[in-house]
């Protein structure tokens, strides 16, 4: 069974962003890029099913431009076996992504894709459950727990309240959470290694994809400042602060 | 064309994020003239949540779908019912929860359109506002497409009235199940304390308690005297103090309750990005220089092992 694994290229997790002063985006320039963290623990993910024999190959994805071949590269260090670039220099949506997922699914015959739940830079949490849409299959999101047996999967999900298991019959969609697992670290002669591994490259239109975005962004700006209120010198004046100024208690 | 609100139940009720997003729903009608707002409730004897629903102050109908495979909320059988009858709305919300999360970008794609995330503001009925990197930064975005799916930032817009309301109930015939999804159980916390993402007083507890015991002794007692849910940082979460679900931040729950009391949190931005829009904000820390005070009304430098049932006892 072949596992798709999809990767994004973003900023790195511990850099702290600026909006640029006119307003038409995030100041990236010369920022460190990295995966996306829910992507690295999906990467890792696959390549234990694959070390439990329950796959057979891992394949890497990533859409974007040409500097995402590093993101999967660190991908193949993890453990998957080869790697697909669709290279365009167009600003891609979940919608765009999902689709370029979908035709790459179909021309791989892979029976489960396995994504973070979302990017840290749109936010957006939409990906996965695009592509379980358009392929017609079954999702499970924000899973913290996964099982494959006999064609299906069994899948623990992070839900509002606690945790909700739900069993899915493949070819399906698996997103991550936080807490599916933890990334091992790749050591230097795994990164050689894959270094030699295999890369495709593709363009959208060679998988017959339109991806022109259908949002256009306006406007960039900072969030409204809150600003810092006072210090109060001990737990009285911090209740009687509560009670007569705030009122919320 | 009318407004579609996807509403968040458990069979019996209506979870309150749903009220938040019937209240977004209205301001993507405003421009419109006679843009009604209809809310689909899809559940398992679900009855009394449907009812609910109608009484809903601002909603014109409320579409019932009723069948066995509801009862869960799954995702594929939810957004095959949305869809069918999604061609008469212009918009479509979901509440920005795990379970909107799940189904609204489903409905979107069979619809081939965008869907736009955590939507904090409605500007007009096509232009938005969300968050964008951890609530570092607010995009304004625009949608070129015919229907706008969104989800809805409960902390973004203010609950609709649960009552007042007198919308008609409509049965609507449930689409077949696809059966490729089951669900095998759930967890889920049972406990006397308000709900997180609903609640008016929240306490969160951060890595300063050192142990799931310390942060039970110390922070239960606060809770129960303010009649408030627990909260938790990031850190504490994942050094086992306390429970996922209990988590706010940006990977967490996005909260905005009137009093926000947090204990022994440094204020790391993702955390900060899950609070920083609640009313009060009260920090209890031992060093002067946590990020936590640069958004906190009132912050007290002390220990928290002794501010907190100092604190206890004054209340």
């Not at chain 1, 064609?151 to 969609?173: C, F, N, Q, Y």
């Not at chain 2, 059966?179 to 306490?203: F, H, Q, W, Y």
Request: include cysteine.
């Amino acid at each position: 069974m072949k596992v798709l694994v999809a990767v994004k290229r973003v900023v790195d997790y511990n850099v702290k962003v600026r909006v640029k002063s006119d307003g038409t985006g995030m100041d990236l320039a010369g920022v460190k890029m990295s995966m996306n963290p829910f992507d690295e623990i999906a990467v890792e993910e696959a390549t234990r099913l694959k070390e439990k024999g329950v796959v057979t190959e891992v394949i890497a994805v990533s859409c974007g431009v040409t500097q995402c071949q590093e993101t999967l590269r660190t991908a193949m260090a993890i453990g998957a076996d080869r790697a697909i670039l669709v290279e365009t220099g167009v600003e891609l949506q979940p919608l765009a992504v999902a689709k370029l997922l979908k035709a790459l699914m179909d021309k791989e015959g892979a029976q489960l894709v396995i994504l973070g739940k979302q990017a840290i830079d749109d936010d957006c949490n939409q990906t996965g459950q695009m592509l379980a849409a358009l392929a017609d299959i079954p999702q499970a999101t924000f899973a913290s727990k996964v099982e494959i047996t006999d064609g299906k999967a069994s899948v623990t999900r992070e839900v509002d309240g606690g945790l909700e298991t739900l069993s899915i019959s493949l070819p399906a969609v698996i997103t991550t959470d936080l807490r599916l697992n933890e990334p091992r670290y790749v050591t230097l002669p795994n990164i050689m290694k894959a270094k030699k591994k295999q890369m495709d490259i593709f363009k959208p239109e060679d998988l017959g994809v339109d991806v022109a975005p259908r949002v256009t962004t306006l406007k960039v700006s900072e969030p409204p400042k809150r600003g810092a209120g006072i210090k109060v010198a001990d737990v009285a004046m911090l209740v009687t602060k509560l009670k007569t100024e705030a009122k919320v208690i | 064309m009318s407004i579609l609100v996807i509403a968040e139940h458990d069979n019996a009720s209506i979870k309150g994020a749903t009220l938040n997003t019937v209240t977004a729903a209205l301001a993507c009608g405003s421009d419109a003239n006679n843009a009604e707002v209809h809310v689909l409730v899809a559940g398992s004897a679900s009855q009394a949540a449907a009812s609910a629903a109608s009484q809903i102050a601002g909603v014109s109908k409320v579409l019932h779908a009723d069948a066995a495979y509801f009862e869960h909320g799954l995702a594929e059988e939810v957004a095959a019912q949305v869809l069918a009858i999604a061609a008469n709305y212009s918009h479509i919300l979901f509440p920005a929860t795990a379970s909107g999360k799940n189904i609204a970008p489903r409905v979107a794609a069979k619809l081939d359109v965008a869907q736009l995330s955590d939507v904090t503001k409605v500007i007009s009925a096509d232009t938005f506002e969300r968050p964008i990197y951890a609530g570092n930064a607010i995009a304004t975005v625009q949608s070129g497409d015919s229907v706008k799916v969104l989800t809805v930032r409960t902390t973004g817009f203010d609950p609709a009235a649960n009552t007042g309301g007198s919308a008609t109930v409509e049965a609507l015939a449930a689409v077949a199940s696809s059966g490729k999804s089951t669900s095998m159980g759930s967890e889920i916390a049972k406990n006397d304390r308000p709900e997180l993402t609903a609640a008016k007083i929240i306490v969160s507890g951060g890595r300063a308690l050192g142990s799931a015991e310390k942060f039970n002794e110390v922070m239960t007692p606060l809770a129960d005297k303010l009649g408030a849910a627990l909260g938790a940082s990031r850190a504490a979460v994942d050094a086992g103090y306390a429970p996922n679900d209990w988590q706010v931040g940006q990977t967490g729950k996005i909260v905005a309750p009137q009093l926000y009391v947090a204990c022994g949190i440094s204020g790391a931005i993702q955390h900060l990005a899950g609070m920083k829009d609640s009313k009060v904000i009260v920090a209890i820390n031992k060093d002067p220089e946590a990020p936590i005070f640069s958004v906190a009304d009132y912050g007290l430098e002390a220990d928290l092992f002794t501010a907190v049932p100092e604190l206890v006892a004054a209340l």
